[in-house]
């Protein structure tokens, strides 16, 4: 959701600078810069693409139980399809990626007081991160959608009207779903830490539903063998980017730059069919 990750989502235009639409310069390259650093921001004092080459590191936060996205493996190793994308830019970076979970109520925090240097792990597009970050392009499309259990009656939306439904606290599900109508049919929305213990409930009965990802939903269902059901409704659809400091444009330019190398020589395709069975990402 994340997700952890918390899945274009949010289209209304932000009041200074959308992922699309914003301080237009020119990367070394040609290549527009459609970031959204700050009014205030001096392209002459951007030390952070400098900051990470001189301490050989990259440092990633990320909810680390957010499959297939970010998350622990039987070996309890941090995997997924973003871990593997970071792997990639930063070797071309010619730095060292350093993962570290962070707790996604608290990103924005992490982010701000410099202990991580980007947000990557499925995190949705929408107006309050575009304020409060500096956004990549965006690179994966997702639903946002209800699994109930298959053995269960429910078919659609409508069905889950006075029912408990479970959603990740601090992701963006959790905002879409509480700023719905649906918030005002459910019989209660309760918020989880994770969307794996959101499941776990879900299998006990304490849940009618889960609401999340898309990308996520059909993950534990296809690679876990689950017994879950993805209902029709699509309550919305969204985008995922990369959230970096409001000022580091420099970082996040050079970041941007290498996905779409990536994309060019099939390296995000070899990377996206290993975990999706194709390429279904949105990077150009």
């Not at 959308?18 to 030390?47: H, I, R």
């Not at 956004?135 to 959608?145: E, F, I, P, Q, T």
């Not at 259990?149 to 879409?176: F, P, R, T, W």
């Not at 209660?188 to 994770?194: H, K, P, S, V």
Request: some cysteine; hydrophobic content about 40%.
């Amino acid at each position: 959701m994340k997700m952890k990750k918390i899945f274009a989502a949010f289209l209304a235009a932000a009041s200074m600078a959308t992922l699309f639409v914003g301080c237009k310069t020119q990367d070394g390259d040609g290549m527009e810069n459609t970031g959204n650093p700050s009014p205030s921001y001096d392209p002459a004092e951007d030390k952070s693409l400098v900051s990470v080459q001189e301490k050989g590191k990259f440092i990633l936060g990320l909810d680390d139980s957010f499959p297939p996205m970010g998350f622990r493996d039987e070996n309890n190793e941090i995997v997924g399809f973003d871990i593997d994308l970071a792997k990639e830019v930063t070797s071309r970076m010619g730095v060292e990626l350093v993962v570290q979970p962070i707790s996604w109520d608290s990103k924005e925090m992490e982010l701000n007081s410099g202990n991580i240097d980007c947000i990557w792990n499925g995190m949705s597009i929408n107006d309050e991160r575009k304020e409060a970050m500096n956004l990549s392009k965006a690179y994966l499309r997702n639903d946002m959608v209800f699994v109930v259990l298959d053995s269960s009656a429910y078919n659609s939306q409508a069905d889950l009207a006075g029912k408990k439904v479970a959603v990740q606290n601090g992701s963006s599900a959790q905002e879409i779903l509480e700023g719905s109508e649906f918030n005002g049919q459910a019989g209660e929305i309760i918020g989880y830490d994770d969307n794996v213990t959101a499941f776990m409930d879900l299998d006990a009965n304490g849940v009618d539903a889960v609401f999340l990802d898309s990308v996520v939903a059909n993950y534990f269902i296809t690679s876990k063998n689950k017994p879950y059901r993805i209902l029709s409704d699509v309550l919305y659809e969204e985008e995922y980017a990369i959230g970096f400091r409001k000022n580091d444009q420099a970082l996040r330019d050079e970041v941007q730059k290498i996905l779409i190398e990536m994309k060019a020589d099939g390296k995000v395709d070899e990377i996206s069919t290993k975990w999706f069975g194709s390429d279904i990402t949105i990077i150009e």
